[in-house]
């Protein structure tokens, strides 16, 4: 009898203690799954641009290094591309006008960033059009709140009509000055407060893609060359730095 151990008791703070304990760790957790969802939610590039630019092809020689023969595309196509030991999700979204505009809206809330793809040889005969989109895009509240960067890429360089990246540039701050202008007189009925939302940049000067808030980078590139090349380089350097 003398030898039976009495049972040991913890003290009351011993119990708070590993409450505590347990209630930092749960805490931690969700956090830390709440976290790892977020950054994966927000893991896609969205290939954009108008129809015919190459975005497809340009997704085919990323993500599978192989030349394909393409058409109009009327479904989307997403694939993983890694880098730096991380995977971004690739989206190429159909370019034509009836599709873009729903497609970009099912894919923006993922969208880390936007590549904006055009074709540098008729650049100038369907400027308006280029100009609108990517308006639209630059405006959209879902991209410059949730977006820090975006590639415009200049694609068909193997063309001899190609207008370089410098040009491009040039030729969209132009534009988008004059649509800034137009689509700012559209809104002089409406609320101050809408118009300053809807108008992209700084109105009362000309536009220039770096007052912007969202960072918007310039590239070249080419798909496709009749001597079996490719040259995607610059939009591979832009994507190694997320
Ligand atoms: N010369 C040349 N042709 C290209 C290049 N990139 C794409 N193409 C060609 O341009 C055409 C359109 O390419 P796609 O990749 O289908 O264009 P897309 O932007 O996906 O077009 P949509 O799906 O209609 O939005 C195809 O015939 C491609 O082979 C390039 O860099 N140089
Ligand atoms: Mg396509």
Redesign the pocket.
Known sequence: MADKKAPVKLAGADFTQIYIAVFVIVVTLILFALYKRRKSAKRGILLT??????????YSQLLHNKNV?????IKENIGTYIVNNDALNIV?I???ERLRNKFFEQYKSMAKSVVF?LDSVTLQQNIRDVAEFLYDILVDPVISSGCSDMLILC?????PFAKGATAVKSILEKELNMLRITKSKQLDSVDPKVKRASVLGNASEDFDFAALPVKVDIAE?????KDGSVDIEGLKKWLARF
């Open positions: 641009g108008l129809c015919d630019s190459g975005k497809t092809l340009i023969q393409t058409h109009t595309s190429d159909p370019g034509h793809v694609n068909k360089q193997d063309q590139s080419y798909a496709w060359h």
